[in-house]
């Protein structure tokens, strides 16, 4: 394991320990090894309602996570087209329509419902998305963010700007989670706008 993966294994441990030690995480338990869900989640993702980005995007990118889930059912609450990668991008990516979950969008943002209502694409007949949703385990002030370890983070991101270009990033934290730095290896994303329950941060 190379010094920087070696740090950044030290930082995600430290995160799900204090988050942990302090109340701060919320269903699904364990922290470690996820994503982790945070107290404010719901909050944070009724602030992420308040942007412009949000407010012009009518297909918006998500990752599956559970800390996100908010957020994905505001998408389609809020008559936009739900783009989510599927656990670890094994079955690609499902395509969720408003117009199909009327009434049912809390069960279509879970990844449960998501493969009920969505349609599995690949990302040659993915719609271009507006917006990109990504969840994080730390976020440094200059934008780089720290996932779960696996990478997959990353890769939805690269997938979809490789093929798209530019597209705004947004993720949804705690504020425990939003550091000065986090350690960075070449292939790591950065993302645009942090959105804690209590704050929004413009990183660019």
């Known amino acids: 394991m190379s010094?920087?993966?070696r740090e950044k294994e030290n930082l995600r441990n430290k995160i799900w320990s204090l988050m942990e030690k302090r109340g701060l995480g919320d269903f699904p338990f364990?922290?470690?090894?996820?994503i982790p869900n945070f107290k404010g989640s719901d909050l944070a993702a009724e602030k992420v309602r308040s942007l412009e980005v949000w407010?012009?995007?009518?297909?918006?990118f998500s990752n599956p996570d559970h800390a996100q889930r908010k957020v994905r059912e505001?998408?389609?609450k809020d008559g936009k087209i739900l783009v989510m990668a599927s656990p670890k991008l094994k079955h690609g990516f499902l395509i969720v329509k408003p117009e199909n979950v009327k009434g049912k969008e809390v069960f279509a943002s879970t990844i449960k419902g998501a493969f009920q209502y969505?349609?599995?694409?690949?990302?040659?007949?993915?719609?271009?998305?507006?917006l990109?949703?990504?969840g994080c385990v730390a976020v440094g002030r200059d934008g780089y963010r720290l996932g779960k370890g696996g990478g997959y983070g990353d890769k939805e991101i690269?997938?979809?700007?490789?093929k798209f270009g530019e597209i705004p990033v947004i993720t949804t934290i705690h504020d425990i989670q939003f550091l000065d730095k986090v350690p960075v290896e070449e292939?790591?994303?950065k993302v645009d706008v942090v959105v804690t329950p209590t704050k929004i941060y413009f990183l660019k």
């Open 3 to 5: 010094d920087v993966k």
């Open 30 to 34: 364990p922290l470690k090894g996820r």
């Open 55 to 60: 407010k012009k995007a009518k297909v918006i």
């Open 74 to 76: 505001n998408v389609l």
């Open 118 to 130: 969505g349609e599995k694409v690949d990302v040659k007949n993915m719609p271009k998305p507006d």
């Open 132 to 134: 990109i949703i990504t």
């Open 158 to 162: 690269e997938i979809i700007k490789k």
């Open 187 to 189: 292939k790591d994303t």
